[in-house]
């Protein structure tokens, strides 16, 4: 126990840091306050844990009825266990479980414990996360309060969140609290005004929390909520490849099409992309049949081109038969060019690349098509490439005497151009 007969007693002060001794005491003793939820819109200026803090510490109890005597001396040989195991350099994983049991009956104590005696910043945020975890499957509100007084949620870089932490532990029972907690939040110059978190990537692991409790659907309509609200406010990219990837786990097309219907923004182009890249290495030939008939401009463009890319790569047989079929449009040169590249990269028949090359409209891009075959051709082997461009047609001589310079310093690296 705590006592002023104690040789620890100064030390024991020391360790508590702001608060002291007083401060420990009463929060053992006296019930704590359920903490005040500053996230909400209209709260106006969030208050300092801190500060409450010190009031629980100098006022007196609200209620009448105490903690019993045992639970107050369970409690407070738990807070002497733990500043003399921080004393012995005791190792961060063995406090932690000590403040888990803490956590269970007393969150605040080990809130302002783990804000006081960790040795490091990374210490305490970890120290915090697992505070969270056991205040938010008990009283969710509580610490989601707490943590919107506070300012420490984003933590250590690479460590997640305290916002994450509670949307992981909530998400899978009341999926619509963590997104009521979202949308309640104010925002300022697009960050929440007491977690200075900017709000798109607050709403992202709101996204991510749902996810990992497989609530897939009250995600993917949270994300067409806000990607149509007209707020101004950014998703931000990880939001909506989350609900992306959750599709393409279901149907590669549902995905896919899930994002075309979205509103256009560079977050649902990027996370289209990864779609149409993984389905094309499983069945490119839908995909990109799939493509062509969906998308349109710019976006259609540089998705076929991806599409193709994985072809070449995984079945140029079957992408070639392709091409040779396809009576294409003005991506068509685009095709060929991507196709006939990737076959000499990835251990095609150069001569037969030149050849698809040789079919491509536009005479720039046939020239860099061509070229390009001939540098990636060099670099596997610049002794039959030099032969192919010497007797070639498919080359300028001004070409040829570049290439062959080029082939003939990449054979001897040391001579100069």
């Given at each position: ?190 960050k929440h005004p007491n977690l200075g978190i ?142 006939s590249e990737r076959l000499v990269a990835y ?71």
């Amino acid at each position: 126990m705590f006592s002023p007969r104690s040789s620890n007693f100064s030390r024991q002060i020391k360790l508590c840091g702001y608060f002291g001794l007083a401060g420990i005491l009463a929060l053992l003793i006296f019930p704590e306050p359920a903490a005040e939820n500053n996230c909400s819109i209209g709260t106006g200026k969030s208050q300092n844990p801190r500060r409450q803090t010190s009031r629980i510490a100098s006022s007196r109890p609200t209620s009448s009825k105490s903690p019993a005597p045992q639970a107050v001396t369970t409690l407070t040989i738990q807070v002497e266990q733990l500043l003399g195991l921080l004393e012995r350099d005791t190792p961060s994983i063995e406090l932690l479980q000590r403040f888990e049991a803490v956590a269970y009956d007393k969150p605040l104590v080990a809130c302002e414990l783990a804000s006081a005696i960790a040795r490091t910043p990374t210490e305490r945020h970890q120290w915090m996360i697992a505070i969270m975890s056991v205040w938010s499957q008990a009283d969710p509100e509580a610490a989601w309060g707490w943590v919107c007084a506070s300012a420490v949620t984003r933590g250590v870089t690479g460590e997640k969140s305290l916002s994450a932490v509670i949307f992981d532990s909530v998400a899978g029972v009341d999926p619509q609290r963590v997104l009521d907690w979202v949308e309640s939040a104010s925002s300022v110059q697009g960050k929440h005004p007491n977690l200075g978190i900017p709000m798109h990537l607050l709403k992202e692991e709101a996204v991510s929390a749902l996810l990992l409790n497989d609530r897939g659907y009250e995600a993917k309509a949270a994300v067409e909520k806000w990607a149509r609200s007209g707020t101004g406010q950014a998703i931000d990219t990880g939001a909506i490849t989350g609900v992306a990837k959750w599709l393409n786990a279901l149907s590669p097309a549902t995905a896919a099409t899930w994002l075309t219907g979205m509103p256009a923004s560079e977050a649902t182009d990027h996370a289209l992309l990864e779609v149409l890249s993984s389905w094309s290495a499983i069945d490119p030939s839908t995909a990109m049949e799939w493509t062509k008939a969906t998308t349109e401009g710019l976006r259609r463009s540089d998705s076929m081109r991806l599409v193709m890319n994985q072809w070449a790569m995984s079945d140029s047989v079957g992408a070639a038969g392709w091409l040779a079929a396809d009576e294409s449009d003005m991506n068509s040169d685009q095709l060929v060019s991507s196709f006939s590249e990737r076959l000499v990269a990835y251990g095609g028949t150069p001569e037969i690349a030149q050849q698809w090359a040789s079919l491509i409209v536009d005479n720039e891009k046939r020239s860099a098509t061509l070229t390009e075959i001939v540098l990636n051709w060099g670099m596997l082997d610049p002794q039959s490439a030099a032969l192919n461009v010497s007797d070639s047609a498919y080359y300028t001589v001004e070409q040829k005497n570049r290439l062959l310079r080029w082939l003939a310093a990449n054979r001897n690296p040391n001579s100069s151009l």
